[in-house]
């Protein structure tokens, strides 16, 4: 180890399957979830004078492979133009291969890697790479290791589960492990093995003021009629990826209780399962009590929550719910399954109304009872409008900041106090 003055900026490599860019994308490359939100809203709150930022992301068609924003971040979008049929399956590998060919050509241009984990392998063996010849490099669990497959074949906790395995070898390598919730950073010391020292919590984050300014009332009836939202009766909303973790199974089946209460369910996103919601829905209720939009630009993500008078979300695994913090913002009640880092997401008093995992018909009345009832939709508003303070972008900002400072001056770098100015 070794002093090292500087006085240029801090150089990092920010490497994310998913990062979010504008306009309309196709289905196929994933652009719903809050991965690619909160890997943009950290990066563009951390952009300043002290710190160049380049964003290695998945190359989408229609996007451009290379292009800035703010002051100082670089974004590469790297691998194989893939199609639409291979997308799903191939995307994280092709972005892998992307990746390492982004390191040959840029060997010894960063400071420091931050690497955001998703479901796939590929992440894994990034950050084993780097960890034996490369720069400092901090990781993020993002999403757990093979988005549960472990649980689908019983091998949870098990000798021989393999994810685990590649698990730990992974994160031991990392100079800081950075847990979504107290929770998750408790079970990577509990079940990985991982040194509390190189452990961290650092949440997601929202901007709430953004949820608070409401779009134009002609804006919003033109919503309601491009997606047959009635101006009278109670809206529900879902929104985020149409897939099997998601548990959108439980989505008819409210639907049809809706349908029954002059009740209407409007689902915001896209996904692979798509085509079997869309199924499921016209079996169990007429169309005209719902709706499901596809993609929509986070723009239009904010007023579907303020035409909705609740939130559901049914998640059968969510290592935080990013999508709670915008209802919460947005002065929205919400009911969710107390799965993952849920519980910890809605405090105490919960801010969010919590049911048992799996309990479909206890979901039901819960999201009843919020529209029925005022003092409990009331309560719950003005409890997540305290709550979503918490979960503050500066704050993020200013906490991944001071991991990177520390990650850094332990590498030997001298770095100024101010060097990682967030806006």
């Given at each position: 180890m070794h002093s090292v003055p500087r006085a240029e900026p801090i150089r990092v490599l920010r490497l994310t399957p998913h990062f979010h860019r504008d306009g309309s994308l196709p289905v196929a490359f994933d652009p719903v979830g809050g991965l690619q939100v909160q890997t943009w809203t950290i990066a563009t709150a951390l952009d300043g004078?002290?710190?160049?930022?380049?964003?290695?992301?998945?190359?989408?068609?229609?996007?451009?492979?290379?292009?800035?924003?703010?002051?100082?971040?670089?974004?590469?979008?790297?691998?194989?133009h893939?199609?639409?049929?291979?997308?799903?399956?191939?995307?994280?590998?092709?972005?892998?291969?992307?990746v390492m060919g982004l390191l040959a050509r840029t060997r010894g241009s960063y400071d420091l890697v931050h690497i955001h984990f998703n479901h796939s392998v590929w992440c894994r063996v990034l950050a084993f790479v780097l960890g034996i010849a490369g720069p400092p490099v901090v990781v993020s669990l993002n999403t757990a290791l093979w988005g549960g497959l472990q649980r689908l074949l019983r091998l949870d906790?098990?000798?021989?589960?393999?994810?685990?395995?590649?698990?730990?070898a992974a994160l031991r390598r990392a100079d800081r492990v950075v847990g979504l919730t107290a929770q998750?950073?408790?079970?990577?010391?509990?079940?990985?093995?991982?040194?509390?020292?190189?452990?961290?919590?650092?949440?997601?984050?929202v901007h709430a003021d953004e949820f608070l300014v409401?779009?134009?009332?002609?804006?919003?009836q033109i919503f309601r009629q491009r997606y047959g939202v009635p101006d009278s009766g109670r809206t529900v909303a879902y929104v985020g990826r149409i897939s099997p973790e998601k548990g959108w199974r439980d989505l008819p089946f409210l639907a049809r209780e809706l349908a029954g209460g002059n009740g209407f369910l409007l689902v915001c996103g896209d996904g692979p399962d798509r085509p079997r919601l869309e199924a499921a829905l016209r079996r169990q209720c007429p169309e005209g009590n719902w709706a499901?939009?596809?993609?929509?630009?986070?723009?239009?993500?904010?007023?579907?929550?303020?035409?909705a008078d609740a939130l559901v979300l049914p998640s059968r695994r969510e290592a935080f719910g990013s999508v709670l913090l915008e209802a919460m913002a947005s002065g929205l009640p919400a009911v969710a399954y107390a799965v993952g880092g849920i519980p910890e997401v809605a405090g105490d008093p919960p801010a969010i109304c919590l049911v048992s995992a799996g309990d479909r018909h206890a979901l039901v009345r819960q999201v009843l009872a919020i529209l029925d009832d005022p003092v409990i939709s009331q309560r719950a508003?003005?409890?997540?409008?305290q709550?979503?303070?918490?979960?503050?972008?500066?704050?993020?900002?200013?906490?991944?900041?001071?991991?990177?400072?520390?990650?850094?001056?332990?590498?030997?770098?001298?770095?100024?106090?101010d060097t990682f100015a967030t806006t």
């Open positions: 004078p002290g710190i160049e930022q380049t964003v290695g992301t998945s190359y989408i068609p229609g996007s451009p492979r290379r292009f800035r924003i703010g002051r100082n971040i670089d974004v590469r979008a790297v691998g194989p893939l199609p639409r049929v291979l997308a799903g399956s191939l995307l994280s590998f092709g972005w892998f291969l992307g906790g098990s000798p021989f589960d393999v994810t685990l395995w590649i698990e730990r998750a950073t408790g079970d990577a010391a509990r079940i990985l093995g991982l040194g509390r020292d190189k452990l961290r919590t650092v949440s997601d984050a409401r779009t134009g009332a002609e804006h919003r499901v939009t596809g993609f929509l630009p986070r723009q239009e993500i904010r007023t579907a929550m303020q035409i508003i003005i409890r997540g409008h709550r979503v303070k918490a979960f503050s972008v500066a704050r993020s900002a200013a906490a991944t900041a001071a991991l990177y400072r520390e990650v850094l001056q332990a590498d030997g770098h001298r770095v100024a106090a």
